[in-house]
């Protein structure tokens, strides 16, 4: 059985399916789990007009849900624009459920 709110972290439901106890699962680890079946995600950077610039891009590696590695030409649109502004949001999603993120971007062009 489906939270009507899954949008709240705190929130644990323990109903009875089939006479055996289930806990949903926090936001946390429902973002967890999807962001690793999740193989492109869409990440939005602001470009010099100050508009959001949204992109889809394969993911490369996560750990939990707070760091996502993706690559791009050092010379990309995307490059200049966390360059200048490195204020990013992503979103993925998986069976009709998403998640939206906010956060910084860290270019690493060094890697090794």
């Known amino acids: 059985m489906?939270?009507?709110l899954p949008w709240y972290s705190?929130?644990?439901?323990?109903s009875s399916l089939n006479n055996t106890p289930y806990?949903?699962?926090?936001?946390k680890e429902k973002?967890?789990?999807?962001?690793?079946h999740s193989e492109t995600i869409t990440v939005t950077s602001i470009n010099k007009d100050g508009y959001p610039r949204p992109v889809?891009?394969?993911?490369?590696?996560?750990?939990g849900f707070s760091t996502v590695w993706l690559a791009t030409g050092k010379d990309s649109?995307?490059?200049?624009?966390?360059?200048?502004?490195p204020k990013a949001g992503?979103?993925?999603?998986?069976?009709?459920?998403?998640?939206?993120?906010?956060?910084?971007?860290?270019i690493i062009t060094n890697i090794g």
């Open 90 to 106: 992503i979103c993925f999603q998986e069976n009709g459920n998403s998640v939206a993120l906010t956060g910084n971007i860290k």
């Open 56 to 63: 889809y891009m394969s993911k490369i590696y996560s750990e």
């Open 23 to 27: 806990i949903l699962p926090t936001l």
């Open 10 to 14: 705190d929130i644990i439901s323990i």
């Open 77 to 85: 649109v995307k490059v200049r624009d966390f360059s200048a502004n």
């Open 31 to 36: 973002a967890e789990t999807m962001l690793q």
């Open 2 to 4: 489906e939270s009507m």
